[in-house]
């Protein structure tokens, strides 16, 4: 018999074990082959080497009519069929069982197949070594990923009595060579070992799920989750699984049973295994160059609807996870949490009442008006109290429809107090929605409900980042004369993501809409529509425009008109740049924005801008220095997150990409620059730094090297040439949906002395020495920049020597050549 006919013939039907999967201490067995088949099984046995294993596997991976979980369990009903193969000898009173995921039936292409060799107690080692190594060698020769051990039943046991990961993977075995009893045994003893201790282990299962929350961060909302082991994933559902099985109380406790999960862990276990298939490795999180060929080959539409789904997948698994885990704390003798407490409402509310520790419906409260459904949820936000499953039903079935138009007064505030509640908002927004709820009074909602962004600069999809900001818009609530106003245009700043138009531009629309039927008026609403158009303003204008040019205040006043608007961008601008990404809101972006925000407010106020720099005073050391030597002198000024560095040198044309590219050699960043020429032709450049991986450079050696490319003693050009062709092979940009592309704009609009060169291309080494060369070789002189690296793409933006406009397509078109712009064609600018 072929050894694949075998495989099938002697593998345990995954249909008769299905029905067991879900009952934790349940081993499947198959009953003693006959002599003769035995025979057959060890010829099989000897002809199933390494190359044979690779040889089915990659042949049922390709299959294209397999995928997902069925996919996965042709994988592990193929893998029993290897087992019984190679264990098919066992002597009497040994056994190879499958534990842990693999126990269950179904694997990935890259999931370990975690096994037990089980052997009577007191085997000597030699004879332990032999068996194991004739089952796990040709495995382990295929590449196929084992994850092999040997124990007797009692030495297992005592390992599990001390080891979180042994005792629960003995909690499910099933049977796959040997004698069937044995694997019966450890799973017996196993689960009455677990339920010895119930909140011991318990409060371990709590401990590792935190640790795991803690690294991977909420699959429900991340851009890139993992599918296994972040918050909602599939681990989520392993635990409670296991802690299901320390007793009956905790069954009770989970209130609906684990069978309601099994629609989440298919959708999730399906992306895992096709992304392991796709990638051709292991590997549970889901980046973003990977989801389009997951989502083709599931059938979904495209990425963006298999993340839906995926997150709301992961919504239902954490929902169940978390009530578990509450419920679960009134019944141990001492709370899992460290200062718990016993839940109380912030303020009473009639008709809502704590029982245990969630909020329920009493039957008293005006749940036709729809104020109440909104003065429900701000009370549990702020109270910090989720609502009950029963609540969350009886307010989908009680709530208008179609909720009157305009809102009422009464109900317009409920909503801003539910905006207004902090951290808590997210949670308690995201239980409505489940409902949806939110939505129903917020029909724009549904768009951006789970909806990715096609980008790394975020980290979260968008209706986690808009909740997101709007829990950080409530801790800035203070600093503003209008905190209602605030907390609205968190909410909608990016309400128009997902459309093929500027997300600015349908978000405007959107907001004239939503803003009359929320009840506001016209000046509240023209409010709140000019912050959701340039919520962008003052990030991108402080870390990409010249903020000692008066031209560049003046224009942020002309767009926003008053201080109170001002001061509401401000506070949106930082609720907003946190909660994008840990790399959104450094120190000195703060420092810039507040700059920035000074400065448009003094013209608000009629004030007169800023004076220009007075270069002679300003670096008066460093100049006399440059005329006593006439040579490059350098200057720097450490501490901090920043360090700066000033160059003085007899000005000349290509001075500031000889200095830029000196830095490159020396593993410095670059994040700003700006440049200055004094009466007597001494320039003067300053570099806003951060330090490279070793630290602070040798400015000694740093200095000479500008000197040595000044006096042409050192190739520059050939140097750096190098270094990129010996990292192009270990550089990986970062990932993207969308590949950069190189696009140059030029503009006079953006001050009245000079012209703004504004640069994007693809991430590389050396990208700021070859963009500023390329200006110089054009003859722009570069007077300052500001260097960014968003994700994937450079965004340099130089203020050159002022052109007349009517050359601007000419330069355009050059700089878009020189950069190697295929056909002078730029592509489309991200927002």
């Not at 371990?204 to 699959?219: F, I, K, M, T």
């Not at 009370?379 to 009157?404: F, H, M, N, T, Y």
């Not at 023209?526 to 402080?542: I, M, Y």
Request: charged share 25%; aromatic share 6%.
């Amino acid at each position: 018999m072929p050894a694949m006919a075998l495989c099938a013939h002697t593998s345990t039907s995954h249909t008769a074990f299905k029905s067991q999967q879900h009952r934790c201490g349940t081993a499947s067995t198959r009953p003693a082959a006959p002599t003769r088949t035995l025979a057959r099984m060890a010829r099989a046995a000897a002809a199933l080497d390494g190359a044979t294993i690779k040889r089915q596997r990659a042949e049922l991976v390709a299959r294209a009519d397999l995928g997902g979980e069925p996919l996965g369990i042709a994988l592990a009903d193929q893998a029993d069929g290897w087992f019984a193969i190679l264990g098919a000898d066992l002597p009497d009173g040994w056994a190879l069982v499958a534990t842990g995921g693999y126990a269950r039936g179904v694997v990935c292409p890259g999931s370990d197949l975690d096994v037990v060799l089980l052997h009577p107690n007191g085997t000597s080692d030699a004879r332990v070594r032999k068996a194991a190594e004739r089952i796990w060698y040709p495995l382990w020769d295929s590449g196929v990923k084992l994850s092999p051990a040997t124990h007797s039943v009692k030495s297992l046991l005592a390992l599990a009595g001390s080891d979180l990961h042994t005792a629960t993977t003995i909690l499910e075995v099933r049977s796959l060579a040997g004698d069937p009893a044995l694997g019966d045994e450890l799973r017996r003893r196993g689960l009455a070992q677990w339920r010895r201790k119930p909140a011991r282990g318990l409060r371990q299962l709590l401990d590792a799920s935190r640790e795991r929350w803690a690294r991977w961060g909420d699959v429900s909302s991340l851009l890139e989750p993992n599918l296994k082991d972040g918050r909602g994933g599939l681990r989520d559902r392993d635990a409670l699984r296991w802690a299901v099985a320390a007793g009956d109380e905790f069954a009770d406790a989970l209130e609906s049973p684990l069978a309601e999960l099994d629609g989440p862990c298919h959708v999730l276990f399906a992306a895992r295994c096709e992304l392991h298939r796709a990638t051709g490795r292991p590997g549970d999180v889901l980046v973003l160059q990977e989801q389009d060929p997951v989502a083709a080959a599931l059938g979904y539409g495209d990425a963006d609807e298999l993340m839906r789904a995926v997150a709301e997948a992961a919504r239902a698994i954490d929902w169940a996870h978390d009530r578990f885990w509450r419920r679960i704390d009134r019944i141990v003798e001492r709370p899992l949490w460290p200062g718990h407490r016993s839940p109380s409402l912030a303020e009473p509310l009639a008709g809502l009442a704590v029982i245990g520790d969630e909020l329920h419906l009493t039957g008293t409260g005006d749940s036709g008006d729809p104020a109440f459904l909104f003065e429900v949820a701000a009370a549990a936000a702020r109270s910090d109290i989720p609502l009950s499953r029963e609540a969350l039903g009886a307010l989908a079935d009680e709530a208008p429809r179609v909720p009157p138009v305009p809102w009422s007064e009464r109900t317009r505030r409920a909503f801003i107090d539910l905006l207004g509640a902090g951290d808590a908002t997210v949670p308690t927004v995201e239980a409505l929605e489940r409902h949806d709820l939110f939505s129903r009074f917020l029909p724009e909602w549904r768009h951006v409900r789970s909806l990715p962004q096609r980008n790394v600069y975020h980290r979260y999809n968008v209706d986690r980042h808009l909740l997101r900001t709007v829990a950080n818009a409530a801790a800035l609530m203070r600093r503003v004369a209008r905190p209602d106003l605030l907390l609205l245009a968190a909410l909608l700043h990016d309400i128009g993501k997902g459309h093929t138009r500027d997300h600015s531009e349908v978000g405007v629309e959107l907001a004239r809409r939503i803003m009359p039927r929320l009840g506001f008026g016209t000046a509240d609403t023209d409010t709140v529509v000019l912050l959701v158009r340039h919520h962008l303003l003052l990030a991108e204008t402080a870390t990409r425009r010249d903020l000692d040019d008066p031209r560049t205040a003046a224009n942020v006043a002309a767009a926003l008109g008053t201080a109170e608007r001002l001061e509401l961008l401000r506070a949106l601008t930082e609720a907003d740049s946190i909660a994008t990404g840990p790399s959104a809101w450094s120190t000195w972006k703060r420092v810039l924005v507040d700059r920035l925000t000074s400065r448009v407010g003094a013209r608000l106020d009629g004030e007169r801008p800023v004076p220009t720099v007075d270069v002679e005073e300003r670096f008066a050391s460093l100049l006399a220095a440059a005329r006593r030597r006439r040579s490059v002198v350098m200057e720097h000024d450490t501490g901090g997150e920043f360090l700066r560095l000033r160059f003085a040198a007899r000005d000349r044309s290509g001075l500031f990409a000889s200095v830029a590219g000196t830095l490159v050699l020396h593993r410095v960043d670059v994040t700003s620059a700006d440049a200055w020429t004094t009466s007597d032709g001494i320039a003067v450049e300053e570099f806003l730094v951060l330090p490279g991986p070793g630290g602070e450079p040798a400015y000694d050696r740093l200095e000479a090297d500008v000197a040595e490319v000044l006096a042409g003693r050192l190739d520059l050009a050939g140097r750096l040439a190098a270094r990129v062709r010996n990292s192009r092979q270990r550089y990986q940009p970062a990932l993207s949906a969308s590949a950069a592309r190189t696009d140059v704009r030029v503009s006079n609009d953006a001050s009245d002395s000079a012209t703004l060169v504004d640069v994007r291309l693809p991430d590389g080494p050396a990208v700021l020495y070859q963009v500023a060369a390329t200006l110089s070789a054009v003859g722009l002189d570069i007077r300052s920049a500001k260097i960014a690296t968003l994700g994937h793409e450079v965004v340099d933006v130089f203020y050159v020597s002022r052109i007349p406009t009517d050359h601007h397509p000419h330069l355009r078109a050059t700089l878009l050549a020189r950069l190697g712009a295929p056909d002078g064609v730029a592509g489309e600018r991200s927002n």
